[in-house]
């Protein structure tokens, strides 16, 4: 994960919109992918934008990619403190196709508080 | 069906000890993953399946051993293992082709090793 960056921490009151960052290395990576972890379970995908793409909205949330800055953010609306978890960035790196490497950032705590 | 089933939830093992994680999916995606992930870490890729062969050995040590025995089950043998090892092991899944990387992880199996 030492080529994919986050911050560690973030805390926000329920109702906000939390923003969580992330930058990456591999300018060839062709899907960037964003991944919910609550307590004692396995990841869940939350949603993936290709390279060719600034902007992807789904309900709640809205993915940001500055592929020239090598950024990528995640912004959830009305935040719920169901939200709170890890939320890890990914890239993928390998063989082409899709059973190459998923390389995963530290991972943001979210916090949200009522 | 749309789940990645591990079992068991929890292992504790000695060091001694022959043990194996299993893991199953029944919807037909033919690559599957084994993660390790430490406490507050992200996971990080231990062996790649795609049609049923071994694809990627992230130079894993050989007490860990994976198995596919058919498309639908990917099993982890242990043996020999270190306290050091213990962790949250999690399983994926994901269909092979070209596009994004879309894994389905299980909820993971912790590994206490005494």
């Known amino acids: 994960g030492e080529d994919v960056e986050q911050s560690l921490f973030l805390s926000v009151r329920e109702g906000d919109s939390s923003v969580i960052n992330c930058t990456y290395t591999d300018s060839s990576s062709t899907y960037l992918y964003w991944y919910k972890q609550e307590p004692g379970a396995g990841l869940q995908l939350l949603t993936y934008i290709f390279s060719n793409m600034d902007m992807k909205q789904d309900q709640r949330l809205t993915v940001l990619l500055n592929k020239k800055d090598k950024h990528l953010s995640l912004r959830i609306a009305d935040t719920q403190t169901g939200d709170s978890a890890i939320y890890f960035c990914?890239?993928?790196?390998?063989?082409?196709?899709?059973?190459?490497?998923?390389?995963f950032g530290q991972g943001t705590t979210l916090q949200v508080k009522p | 069906d749309t789940e990645v089933t591990q079992t068991p939830k929890h292992l504790v093992m000695g060091m001694t000890n022959k043990k194996s994680l299993k893991c199953e999916q029944h919807?037909?995606?033919?690559?599957m993953y084994w993660y390790k992930q430490k406490a507050k870490k992200p996971p990080e890729l231990m062996f790649v399946?795609?049609?049923?062969?071994?694809?990627i050995n992230e130079s894993v040590p050989s007490r860990f051993s994976p198995e596919c025995p058919n498309s639908s089950l990917l099993n982890l043998h242990l043996h020999a293992l270190q306290p050091e090892d213990s962790a949250l092991y999690l399983c994926a899944s994901s269909p092979t082709g070209s596009g994004a990387n879309v894994l389905t992880f299980g909820a993971g199996s912790r590994l206490t090793v005494l």
């Open positions: 399946y795609s049609y049923e062969k071994l694809s």
């Open positions: 990914a890239e993928s790196r390998g063989p082409r196709g899709n059973t190459g490497k998923l390389i």
């Open positions: 919807m037909g995606h033919r690559a």
